[in-house]
Every structure is written in C-alpha cells, then in structure tokens.
C-alpha cells in the first residue's frame, strides 16, 4: 500500500514538473503546420499518463508541435487491448505508425523520439 501511495504520489510529481516546464511549440508557416498535422494522423501514441518515458515522448511531440492521437493503455481497457493485440505486448510508450497499407508498432521513447526528430524537425 505504501508502494502504491509512493508510485502515485510520484506519477503526480513527474506530472506537476512536466506542466511546468513544458516545451514551446515549434513554429511552421501554415502550410508546413498543415503537411504535419496530415501526416500525423497516421500516428498513434500508447501511454501511461504518469510514466516518466511518455512524458519524455510527449513532450518531444509538442516541442515538435506534432499533434498525435494519444491512447491511455492503462486506465483505456480497449486501448489496452488493442496494444496487446496488435502491438503484442503491454509496454510504453509506443507508436503505432500507419504507412502504405501497413501498420509498425514501434517502442522505446528513445527510439520514438528519434523517428520523430528525424521525421519532423525539418518540417
């Protein structure tokens, strides 16, 4: 029970300095916004709100200014399912990536943030 209480009580702290010191967005001219917000929408982000890795990773995608569907796998029993599913195991975060009539599940913030960086700093 104490373990819980600490788990929690940290989830909220790593939350708490999240908001606080939040990433600006990147800027685009409008039409480079646009191009991003469409390829977006082949992204979906698996997260647990508290986890520090997510956090990590959500807070490259506002620094990127890259407006991904985010699915809550912990407190989400379909979202969590679909993970397991297809995704094929219960881990965050992952990015499930849409491309040419195929579907990668990619996990590891390191390795997310990585595909981001490379997909969309330039953009």
């Not at 788990?7 to 191009?35: M, Y």
């Not at 647990?48 to 807070?59: D, E, G, I, L, Q």
């Amino acid at each position: 029970m104490i373990v819980k209480a600490l788990r929690v009580g940290l989830g909220q702290l790593i939350i708490f300095i999240d908001f606080i010191t939040r990433p600006g967005k990147k800027q685009r001219p409008a039409e480079a916004q646009a191009q991003v917000d469409q390829a977006a929408r082949s992204l979906t982000l698996y997260q647990f709100h508290a986890c520090p890795f997510c956090v990590k990773t959500r807070r490259t995608l506002r620094r990127l200014n890259v407006p991904v569907a985010l699915r809550d796998a912990k407190n989400n029993e379909q979202d969590r399912q679909t993970l397991l599913e297809q995704g094929g195991r219960i881990k965050v975060p992952c990015l499930r990536i849409e491309e040419n009539g195929e579907t990668t599940w990619m996990y590891e913030s390191k390795v997310i943030i990585d595909y981001l960086d490379k997909r969309f700093s330039a953009a």
